[in-house]
C-alpha cells in the first residue's frame, strides 16, 4: 500500500526533522550584508554559490535553493547529476555546477540539460568536445586545479596544458576555474595560503589574459569567513547559511543560528528496578530506582550510535541517554523530570526552554564532524518546514 492510497492524509511520524524558514531567512540576510561589506572593501562584487549538494545537507535542496536564490546566490553547486535533475525539475531556474567527475554517460545528460560541470584533463576536454559536436550544443565547464587536497582536479604543476587542451575545443565554453582548500577553517592558514598561492602561480597574478571573464573559485565557507583575500570572483557555501559553522574557531557573524532541529516525542514510560539492566548489550545496570521514557527515534534515523552518552531535552531539562540506541528506539532517564508524559515533545537536536544541543554536539559523541551527522539523518525522519518562530 503506497501512502496515496490512504483516505486521509497519513498522521505526522512523531519522529521528524524541523527546518526554521524564519531563521534561514534571517541568517542569509545576514550572510548578505557581510557580502556586501567584504565587496565595498574589495571593490568587486563577488558571486555567491550555494552548495546545496545532499539534498542541502539533510536541509531540502529546493527550499534551499529557492531561498538562498531569493537572497542573492546566483550559482547552485550539487555533487550528482541526480541532485541537479531534481533542482531542474522542480523549476529551479538558476546555473548549477556538478561537482566531481561525471562519466560518458552522464556528461551527455549534463549537455543536453545544460548542466555545468568539470573537464580536468585533455583527454576529456576532446570527448566533451566529440559529444558537443553530437549533439549540437556547447557545453559549459569549469576547470579544477588540485592545489593540494589530492581530490578532484588537475595537479596545480599541469593545469595548463588542460586548459590549453580546452581552448582548443569549439564545443566547450570553459566558464570557471577553481580550487578547493584542505583546511580553510582551522587557526593556521599556513597551507590554504600555499594553496593560494599555488593557484595564482597558474592563473597569474594578474589573471592571465586567456583568463579574462572567467570566474575563478576557491573557498568554501571556512575560506568565505577567514580568507577575504582569496574571495576572488565566486564563494561556494554550504554550511553557513544552515547556521553551523565548519570549525569552532573561524569568524562568527554576529545573529546566525543552526537552524536544523530533531524533535520526536515520548512513545512509552516505564518504571525499573535496581539492578534492571536497559538496551542490547545490557550496557545499562539501574543502580536505583529509575523512571525512563522510550523514544521512537534510533540510529536508523541517523541519530549517532551511542551507549551511556549524550541527552535530550525535555520539558526544557536535559534526559541522559542510558544503554545503546536502538536502530528505531533510544531510552532516556526522565527520573528528574517528573511532569514529564507519554507524547510530551523532546528535543534532541536543537533548542527547548533555555538549554540547547548543537549538531557538534552530537557530532562529539562519535568523533565525527557536523556535516556527517547532518547528511546523516535518514529520509525516514519527514522534514518539516516552519515560517512561524512558535513550535509546530
Ligand atoms: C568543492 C566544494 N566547495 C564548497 C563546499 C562547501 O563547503 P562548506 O559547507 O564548508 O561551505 C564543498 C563541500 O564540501 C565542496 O566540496
Request: glycine share 8%.
Amino acid at each position: 500500500m503506497r501512502k496515496s492510497d490512504f483516505a486521509n492524509p497519513l498522521p505526522h511520524r512523531p519522529a521528524w526533522v524541523e527546518i526554521n524558514l524564519i531563521q534561514l531567512r534571517h541568517n542569509l540576510s545576514i550572510i548578505s550584508e557581510d557580502m556586501q561589506r567584504h565587496n565595498a572593501q574589495d571593490h568587486a562584487p563577488v558571486r555567491w554559490c550555494a552548495v546545496i549538494k545532499d539534498n542541502a545537507y539533510g536541509h531540502g535542496a529546493v527550499a534551499m535553493a529557492r531561498e538562498t536564490l531569493l537572497a542573492g546566490a546566483s550559482y547552485l553547486a550539487v555533487a550528482t547529476l541526480e541532485e541537479a535533475i531534481e533542482l531542474q525539475e522542480a523549476k529551479i531556474r538558476a546555473p548549477i555546477l556538478i561537482f566531481g567527475e561525471r562519466s560518458a554517460q552522464e556528461i551527455e545528460e549534463c549537455i543536453r540539460c545544460d548542466f555545468t560541470f568539470f573537464v580536468n584533463d585533455a583527454a576529456q576536454a576532446h570527448h566533451v568536445d566529440q559529444l558537443g559536436r553530437q549533439l549540437e550544443k556547447k557545453a559549459m565547464v569549469h576547470l579544477e586545479i588540485d592545489t593540494g587536497m589530492s581530490r578532484y582536479g588537475v595537479r596545480w604543476t599541469e593545469a595548463w596544458p588542460v586548459l590549453d587542451a580546452i581552448f582548443s575545443c569549439d564545443m566547450i565554453q570553459l566558464e570557471g576555474v577553481m580550487t578547493h582548500f584542505a583546511m580553510s577553517d582551522e587557526l593556521d592558514k599556513t597551507f590554504a595560503n600555499e594553496q593560494l598561492r599555488r593557484f595564482k602561480e597558474v592563473i597569474g597574478e594578474a589573471r592571465s589574459e586567456k583568463l579574462a571573464g572567467k570566474i575563478l573559485h576557491t573557498c568554501n565557507t571556512g575560506g568565505y569567513l577567514d580568507l577575504p583575500h582569496a574571495h576572488l570572483d565566486m564563494v561556494r557555501m554550504g554550511i553557513l547559511p544552515l547556521g553551523v559553522y565548519p570549525s569552532k574557531v573561524c569568524r562568527r557573524i554576529e545573529g546566525l543560528s543552526p537552524i536544523m532541529s530533531v524533535k520526536t516525542k515520548i512513545a512509552a514510560i516505564k518504571n525499573i528496578e535496581a539492578g534492571d539492566t536497559v538496551g542490547y548489550g545490557m550496557r545499562y545496570r539501574a543502580e536505583s530506582p529509575r523512571r525512563i521514557a522510550v523514544l521512537p527515534m534510533g540510529y536508523g534515523d541517523g541519530y549517532p550510535r551511542v551507549r551511556n552518552a549524550g541527552h535530550v531535552l525535555i520539558h526544557g531539562q536535559p534526559a541522559p541517554i542510558i544503554g545503546g540506541n536502538a536502530m528505531d528506539a533510544m531510552m532516556v532517564d526522565i527520573t528528574d523530570i517528573p511532569q514529564a508524559r507519554i507524547w510530551d515533545e523532546v528535543v534532541v537536536m536543537g533548542k527547548q526552554g533555555d538549554q540547547e544541543i548543537f549538531v557538534h554536539d552530537l557530532a562529539a559523541l562519535i568523533g565525527t564532524v557536523s556535516y556527517d551527522v547532518m547528511t546523516k539523518l535518514s529520509i525516514r525522519l519527514p522534514r518539516v518546514y516552519s515560517s512561524s518562530n512558535a513550535p509546530l
